[in-house]
């Protein structure tokens, strides 16, 4: 909360415009980097071979890599666009 408010005081004391954003499906975005196997979901199982798994090729919500091959991802854009972290506050 307190870099929230410093952040918020910067911006305001700079006359600078603030924005907040939602990236949709965020999670679904996110490239995983190991093998992951998930169960066939309900109704979407294939006849006669309900005892397979699907192999997942990118991120998918539920899965606890989620998050983290989000992050990695948005991350890599920031970056690669110029934008640095704060290093003390890693989500600034």
């Given at each position: 909360m307190e870099t929230i408010r410093l952040v918020t005081t910067i911006?305001?004391?700079?006359?600078?415009?603030?924005?907040?954003?939602?990236?949709?499906?965020?999670?679904?975005?996110?490239?995983?980097?190991?093998?992951v196997y998930v169960a066939q979901p309900p109704g979407y199982e294939v006849k006669n071979q309900e005892a397979k798994v699907y192999k997942l090729k990118k991120a998918l919500y539920g899965v606890k890599q989620a998050p983290r091959a989000w992050n990695k991802r948005i991350d890599k854009f920031l970056n690669d666009i110029g934008c640095v972290k704060c290093i003390t506050e890693h989500g600034v």
């Amino acid at each position: 909360m307190e870099t929230i408010r410093l952040v918020t005081t910067i911006s305001n004391l700079n006359d600078w415009p603030m924005y907040q954003m939602d990236v949709k499906s965020a999670f679904l975005n996110g490239h995983i980097d190991e093998e992951v196997y998930v169960a066939q979901p309900p109704g979407y199982e294939v006849k006669n071979q309900e005892a397979k798994v699907y192999k997942l090729k990118k991120a998918l919500y539920g899965v606890k890599q989620a998050p983290r091959a989000w992050n990695k991802r948005i991350d890599k854009f920031l970056n690669d666009i110029g934008c640095v972290k704060c290093i003390t506050e890693h989500g600034v």
